[in-house]
């Protein structure tokens, strides 16, 4: 802890445990998410700090984030065994240099390694996870301290 982390207690799946989201402190860092499963303690290390979302006590979490042009699209479903990835795409920006110094950019997408359309790429998201029932995870995020006390008093 260097006072930098944020954290969160939410409800991924639909038992009486919360998971413990701890964003890290700086965007490289990522965010940490921690759940409690059949006597150990399993994690998932999403990709920078924000872009997390989740679909209460339906074990979904999707983090969509990147950095420079490149960007991960990712839906984890919680079970008994742990965080299993059950989506995995990337959106790519490419520039496009065109006269006089202008430049406009190009989008391609793939899901796993195949190029698709950016339908295509929306569609295999919306397939299995509903953004439209999903919660932001950074909106209940709290100091350590503020984590300590929610802990203890759980």
Known sequence: ETGDEEYALVYVDNDNVPELFISGCCEAAGTIVCSYK??????EHLNRLYG???IPKSG?????NGNMGYYSAN???LTGNGFNNIFY??????????ENEEYDFEYKFFIGEEEVSEVEFLNGIAAVFDTSKSKDVSSGYVSYSKIKHQIKNF
């Open 75 to 77: 839906v984890y479903k």
């Open 38 to 43: 059949n006597g150990k303690i399993v994690s």
């Open 89 to 98: 795409g990337e959106q790519q920006e490419h520039v496009i240099e065109l």
């Open 52 to 54: 997390a979302s989740y």
């Open 60 to 64: 979904l979490i999707f983090n969509f």
